[in-house]
T-cell receptor
């Protein structure tokens, strides 16, 4: 069990640029979640997948955000035309559908938009 | 609306002293309750969880929590704090019928003094 991994760990970008983050869940986990955490706050739900299907999206996920999980394994989160307000840590978590919902989190990707 | 409240933003305790971190939740469905710990630059690590049954649950690192339905609380306790316990602690609530997305509190930052 290698745990949930995320890449990159840190990303600095200029306003208006596009960025993409990757999450690799625990291999046997069917569900994958994305959260956003800003300084001094708890994580906030963005979206989740069951296998390759995106089942729910938060209102926090504006049109500039898109997430995919094309083969039901790893997932990507893309932010287009980044804004300074997008600066946050983006967390990924995974869980087995059948288990009572313990989510295992990755280390996160810290995004800084200049 | 679902919400989690952690009333204490920051707590300082002496090493060896007892600890209690408060968590109150508001949730329409039958909740699952979790405590996670986050050290600087690290991901969220699960301390313990409550799904059903015995309302006093034991976790890792000597932590325990008690679910009190009448008070909508799930407070975290440790009888004797170690310096390595200094971290940010998050209470979270989830439920199977809401896609299992978690709602997190804003966290309690714990400082341990020698």
């Amino acid at each position: 069990d290698t745990g949930v991994s995320q890449d990159p760990r840190h990303k600095i970008t200029k306003r208006g640029q596009n960025v993409t983050f990757r999450c690799d869940p625990i291999s046997e986990h069917n569900r994958l979640y994305w959260y956003r955490q800003t300084l001094g706050q708890g994580p906030e739900f963005l979206t989740y997948f069951q296998n390759e299907a995106q089942l729910e999206k938060s209102r926090l996920l504006s049109d500039r955000f898109s997430a995919e999980r094309p083969k039901g394994s790893f997932s990507t989160l893309e932010i287009q035309r980044t804004e300074q307000g997008d600066s946050a840590t983006y967390l990924c978590a995974s869980t087995q559908t059948e288990s009572p919902d313990t989510q295992y989190f990755g280390p996160g990707t810290r995004l800084t938009v200049l | 609306a679902q919400s989690v409240t952690q009333p204490d933003i920051h707590i300082t305790v002496s090493e060896g002293a007892s600890l209690e971190l408060r968590c109150n939740y508001s949730y329409g469905a039958t909740p699952y309750l979790f405590w996670y710990v986050q050290s600087p630059g690290q991901g969220l690590q699960l301390l313990l969880k409550y799904f059903s049954g015995d309302t006093l649950v034991q976790g890792i690192k000597g932590f325990e929590a008690e679910f009190k339905r009448s008070q909508s609380s799930f407070n975290l306790r440790k009888p004797s704090v170690h310096w390595s316990d200094a971290a940010e602690y998050f209470c979270a609530v989830g439920a199977r019928n809401t896609g299992n997305q978690f709602y997190f509190g804003t966290g309690t930052s714990l400082t341990v003094i020698p």
